[in-house]
């Protein structure tokens, strides 16, 4: 193997390395408390607001 293609694979190895890291620093600031959240109390929410905002459609029209 020639130098340039040990340096090639050394940087890729690296690469990822550093690109995991930056990964793991960035999902450890996440919120994930959006992901847990109960498929059935997610579309009671979504029915209420869409109930909310044909009323105030209606009131607008009255």
Known sequence: MQTWHII???A???AVI???????????KMDFKKFNQDPIE?????LEEKA??????SKEDD
């Open 12 to 14: 890729l190895v690296l």
């Open 42 to 46: 997610k579309a009671k929410r979504s």
């Open 18 to 28: 550093w690109s995991n890291i930056a990964l793991l620093k960035y999902s450890a």
């Open 52 to 57: 909310r905002k044909e009323a105030q459609d």
């Open 8 to 10: 090639l694979i050394i």
